[in-house]
């Protein structure tokens, strides 16, 4: 089921799949590299080096695991999550690798804040290439209008969907109402009507089953901020 981008937009953020050197899968200083990556914000598990990915798993695999990078490369169909190739050193190997299919190609001395900034930027693109936005812990599928959050779907009709993604676009800040009117409703003048505050109320009614999580509150004479209570680290 998670093959239909809306599908996917329902789960958090998948985990990478770390795939090593060979069929003997990483070494230690692989585990390592995936304990230096959830510092920043990427988690990933390690591959047994021989099992097949599935193309919705984002994948980082070692270079010198020439079979299975020939693999990856030839999925059919093409896969839908992002595919890193780590350990390449020269210049035109990296080029090459990026021009038959893969989403980047790394050094194997890239610092590992990078290498994790490089994953999530190729996740990003990916999300966006399927019409999936990931905002203020929310997922919006803008191919099939739906919102999920932390695995859920989130029922909302099409103007309260429209009305969330603007706050979640600005999360923390105040939105005014002439901005809901023009993003929202498509309108350069305030016409008078009630309607934003109408849909406001609904979003809160729809928002209050997330236990608090997300709440949008008025900012007297500035609008409406969508604010998100921390995520706790697990």
């Not at 990003?124 to 959050?149: E, K, Y």
Request: hydrophobic share 45%.
């Amino acid at each position: 089921c998670l093959a239909r981008s809306g599908d996917a937009a329902c789960g958090p953020r998948a985990s990478w799949l770390l795939i090593g050197a060979d069929r003997a899968g990483w070494t230690p200083l692989a585990r390592m590299l995936a304990q230096s990556l959830a510092r920043f914000g990427v988690q990933a598990e390690l591959s047994d080096g021989q099992t097949r990915p599935s193309p919705i798993v984002p994948v980082l695999c070692d270079a010198r695991h020439r079979e299975m990078v020939r693999s990856l490369l030839d999925d059919t169909p093409p896969r839908l999550a992002p595919l890193l190739i780590h350990g390449v050193q020269a210049p035109q190997a990296r080029a090459r690798l990026i021009l038959f299919g893969a989403d980047d190609a790394v050094s194997g001395r890239i610092a590992p804040y990078e290498l994790a900034a490089r994953m999530i930027a190729a996740q990003r693109a990916r999300d966006a290439a399927q019409g999936i936005i990931r905002l203020a812990g929310f997922s919006f599928d803008t191919g099939l209008r739906q919102l999920c959050w932390r695995g859920e779907i989130v029922p909302l009709m099409p103007r309260e969907f429209d009305l969330l993604l603007v706050l979640a676009r600005h999360a923390g800040l105040p939105v005014s109402r002439d901005v809901l009117l023009r993003s929202v409703w498509r309108t350069a003048f305030d016409p008078g009507t009630n309607s934003p505050e109408v849909h406001i109320f609904k979003l809160r009614q729809r928002l209050a089953s997330l236990g608090g999580a997300v709440r949008i509150e008025t900012v007297k004479r500035q609008g409406y901020r969508l604010v998100c209570a921390p995520h706790p680290r697990g």
